[in-house]
């Protein structure tokens, strides 16, 4: 049974940094492209940021290019997101994401497969 836990999550002033992981288990994980979407009150889910199954490339959202940064480490079975320079407006309850079946589409939630239940950043002006 697959799982993805994330955890990070946090408070911190506007311009602060914090960084989220998201651990997984019960999967292949070396072999899941992964994503990390956000949902702040009252909004649609949105895409952040994405990371091929070899980490060879990144994918960002333009609200998060140059300030956030995703990588992966396959044998921990673990995915990370750092965010520098952070705003007000990026207070949301952050989800990684896997897709099991490698499309290309990164920035649809349509393509992910396994979620976690979420981690909260709050960014306070």
């Known amino acids: 049974q697959v799982q993805l836990v994330e955890s990070g999550g ?14 997984a288990s019960g999967g292949a994980f070396g072999s899941w492209n992964m994503g990390w979407f ?17 980490g060879s490339r990144q994918y960002y959202s333009d609200s998060v290019k140059g300030r956030f940064h995703v990588s992966r480490d396959n044998e921990k079975k673990t ?3 750092r965010m520098d320079r952070l705003m007000p407006e990026d207070t949301a309850v952050y ?5 099991s079946y490698g ?11 396994y979620w976690g239940p ?8």
């Open 38 to 54: 956000r949902q702040a009150p009252g909004k649609e889910r949105e895409f952040v940021a994405a990371i091929k199954w070899s």
């Open 103 to 113: 499309s290309t589409a990164y920035d649809s939630e349509d393509v992910y497969n």
């Open 118 to 125: 979420g981690t909260q950043v709050t960014v306070s002006s």
């Open 95 to 99: 989800y990684c994401a896997a897709d």
């Open 10 to 23: 946090g408070s911190v002033q506007a311009g602060g940094s914090l960084s989220v992981s998201c651990a």
């Open 79 to 81: 995915l990370y997101l």
